[in-house]
């Protein structure tokens, strides 16, 4: 109830306050096509009409079906999420305030779900320290405001952490399998699959996580074909539509083509993001984008490493982009200097602290299979946006297992972690040097847009995002 009401209080401050970024206005139409009955659709005339002068495009030349185009570029679970609100309270102004609604509910349930999971992965702890970190994802900012997001985020956190908790639930089943927790556990993976599709490593290394280190091989075998059952009619979906093989959705050869962009750092950047969206058939943008992307890794080959290691920093900052962007476009009023930097404080404070802490409380879980779990996790989640794309609002979907961390430092303490061999005493500290390293170079980065924001005027730079 605590999270939920903490949730509740921004989404109910922005009531009034519409959407602003071109992947909320996408899940919007998709979302209001499928709550019309009319499929997976979008870019409608009436929505092309409002960014054909971005795209270059003409409308009125193109013979597009009223209802919209059909596509493969997104997955599909959470505009089905926005959908299913649509259809409860109508396709009107106040569909985005009934859709933050129901998704300050899905960030609530993340707190008590984290205290389940810790007392999985710390089973000899009090409760304490599950306790701690179910309070800290409760209060922590900046998942206090993501409801605010039309954003897959808000549907793939609990996902993910309820997929992390089924497995978890399956070291229980030993010796004697139980098929529907396996059951349960594949269909979770699935849905996070369908709601981003970046999960998937994860997913491939869990069921070896299951065959392997829990030594249950037919229960690995219910959860490989349970999360196939899953996905595959969507895939099979798009593979008629696009006559070929194909995915869970089609946009890696876009974020490709942005992640390796001679303009481009290895993060979203404006400009070379609208290139390929003037192209509106799916599987061409991908192909193009795709082959682009190998082009511009072969001139110049010596950026490949340079983007991987800047993209792995991206991931790891300061969660500041969001709040500028919204902020230098005037969507937030004027704030003065002192409530501007008591934001800064509020936004960057708590992840500093919970990754520092984390950095320190991850040699302090025991060598078990829960551990080699959340390794698994962190690994075959991270990969994918250091070698294609990365942001910082990435690493929010790690934030309840970094507060798990977390708090089994602050609650065991130095006086255990002086226990542990000194490589591995070393090889925390190292991790937290280079954080402080990071974000040093984020606010460096940044420091001219900084302070513009704390200017008279910083609500009306207009920064792209």
Known sequence: MAAFVLRLIPVLLTRHVSIGLDDMFQYDMLARSLALGNGFRWYAPADLALVAPYLHLDPSQMHLDPRGMLTTFRAPLYPAFLALIYLINGINDGRFFAARLAQTVLGAALAPLTYYTARRILPEDSGKAARVAAWIVAAYPMLLIFPFALATENLFFLLVLASVFSLLWLLQCRPRPHVPEALLAGVLLGLAALTRSVILPFGGLAILWVWFSIGQRRLAVVVLLAFIATVAPWMIRNSLLAGKPTGIETSIG?????????????????GPSLDLMSILDDGQRDQLGTQQALGFIEQAPARFPYLAMRRLGYFFNLELRAFTYFYANNFLGYIPPAGMLLAFAALALPFIIVSLSAAFGWALLPRRPETLLLLLLFAGYLLPHVFILSEERFHLTLVPFFA???????????????????????????????LLLNWGLQLGENWHTLLAMLGPAGNQIYLPY
């Open 254 to 270: 876009y974020n490709l083509y942005v992640g390796y962009h001679p303009e481009s750092t290895g993060t979203f950047t404006f």
């Open 404 to 434: 798990i961390a977390a708090a089994a430092f602050w609650e065991r303490g130095w006086a255990v972690l002086r226990t542990r061999s000194p490589w591995v005493i070393a090889a925390c500290a190292l991790l937290a040097i280079l």
